[in-house]
């Protein structure tokens, strides 16, 4: 029983992303295309936590992320920390960083952009990042926070 | 300028705006050249806009240039369903630059992307008209000799309509005044005056001009419709309230101009027409000069 707990809640090498909150724990696996990776993923959710209430966490074994692309869970953790682990040691504490443009992930919130009614891409730049707001760069409307579908 | 499109009223500094002024004044003189001789520009309508097409398709044919294209979506291979995608990529191959009207918003800028010419946005859905936003900055500095420091009154439905948005980022430059007149409804939006905070710009808003109207060195009209009102009831009190006439004008400033993107419904009565104050016709017909100026700029034929 003991080895089994040793094997869900430690790696030996790869990445922990802690402090996703809990109800956003699936978008991040879906911006990280988590569904891909085919080394060992396990995750926890509505685990206690002061900041969120419930929280979630996502221990990947042997993948290590550009920052390119942990930054782009900033839309839907933005207070995620990721431990980086080799041979069972945290060697480094990362913050996620609000990205200044993203492409794709979220979805204008104009019915009328082009981006919502042909295959367009959406692309944004980031106006504000503590109460993130977006710019589609097509349409040059403002998606909120609030407003946010991700894709 | 050269080959850059021209999407939206941001994507030109505020000398590229003077450069397309003092072009725009070189044609006004002499509208008539063949400088576009040999030259093929699409004008590709997906929503109707007469005005504004036979506007962009005369600057063209006077300058000597050709064009092709299509006036509806409804007559093109559009309504087969093609992508905006693959006409902007079959168009490309044939012309020198592109002008484009597109109910979506952001077609034009999607379009810049696709396409391998300059692509010039003639409206896309409720956002951007640039070409309108630099005709009105060429009436503004005809009629008051200068842009700086000027009183603009914007009146009637601030929120929807898309001139007097772009007009108030494209003004941004020269140190204005603005005057917000509008019913509680169709106030500027929040984001529009937070971008005039940030820049020290100074402006008011109000419910009726005629108190103040002997301010102002530009009057703005636009539209108030019907359809933007979510209570009838409150269209019917506040309609008249942002009708001008004639007898509004005995107290303004003797270079004071009446503008309006046109066309007008009631919000300017006929009465106005008369009066060397109302601008409008000679406002749209300055649109030609501006366009021969944006083209033969993007085509870096000037
Ligand atoms: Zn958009």
């Known amino acids: ?151 | 300028m050269k080959n850059k499109s021209l999407v939206s009223i941001t994507d030109y500094s505020r000398d590229e705006y003077l450069k397309i002024l003092d072009l725009a004044a070189e044609f006004e003189k002499n509208p008539n050249q063949e400088i576009l001789k040999g030259k093929l520009i699409a004008t590709l309508f997906f929503e109707p806009s007469t005005r504004t097409r036979l506007s962009f398709e005369s600057a063209v044919n006077r300058l000597g240039g050709r064009v092709v294209g299509f006036s509806d979506a409804s007559s093109s291979s559009v309504t087969k369903g093609e992508t905006l995608k693959d006409t902007i990529k079959m168009v490309t191959n044939y012309v020198d630059l592109i002008v484009m009207r597109h109910p979506l918003e952001g077609a034009a800028r999607y379009a810049s992307e696709v396409a391998s010419v300059p692509v010039v946005n003639a409206g896309d859905g409720a956002n951007q008209h640039p070409s309108q936003t630099l005709l009105d900055l060429y009436s503004i500095r005809k009629t008051q000799g200068k842009l700086e420091d000027l009183n603009i009154f914007m009146i009637g439905d601030l929120k929807y309509g898309r001139t007097v948005h772009s007009l108030l980022m494209a003004m941004s430059h020269f140190n204005p005044t603005f005057y917000f007149i509008s019913p509680d409804e169709l106030k500027m939006p929040k984001e529009y005056l937070m971008f005039l905070e940030q820049r020290g710009i100074k402006y008011y808003e109000y419910k009726d001009f005629m108190p103040i109207i002997s301010q102002a060195d530009i009057v703005y009209m636009t539209r108030v419709q019907k359809e933007r009102f979510s209570d009838p009831i409150e269209y019917e009190k506040t309609k008249n309230a942002y009708i001008l006439r004639n007898s509004m004008l005995d107290n303004t400033r003797p270079n004071m101009k009446i503008l309006h993107p046109l066309p007008r419904v009631n919000e300017i009565a006929a009465d106005v027409d008369e009066n060397p104050k109302a601008y409008y016709f000679t406002q749209a017909l300055n649109g030609l000069y501006v366009r021969q100026a944006i083209i033969s700029s993007i085509l870096g034929l000037k």
Request: include cysteine.
């Open chain 1, 1 to 151: 029983m003991k080895d089994k707990q040793l094997i869900v809640s430690a790696i030996k090498n790869g990445t922990v992303i802690d402090h996703i909150p809990a109800r956003n724990l699936f978008k991040v696996i879906s911006i990280l295309s988590l569904e891909r990776i085919d080394t060992q993923i396990t995750f926890g959710t509505n685990l206690d936590s002061k900041r969120f209430g419930s929280k979630a966490i996502i221990k990947i074994a042997d993948k290590y992320f550009l920052d390119e692309e942990v930054n782009k869970i900033a839309l839907v953790a933005p207070q995620a920390k990721l431990n980086i682990i080799r041979d069972y040691e945290v060697i480094e504490k990362r913050d996620v960083e609000v990205p200044d443009s993203i492409t794709g992930i979220v979805k204008c919130v104009n019915p009328k952009c082009i981006t919502n009614n042909e295959e367009v891409i959406a692309k944004f730049s980031v106006i504000q990042s503590d109460d993130i707001a977006l710019k589609c760069i097509y349409c040059e409307k403002i998606t909120h926070q609030d407003q946010m579908t991700i894709i």
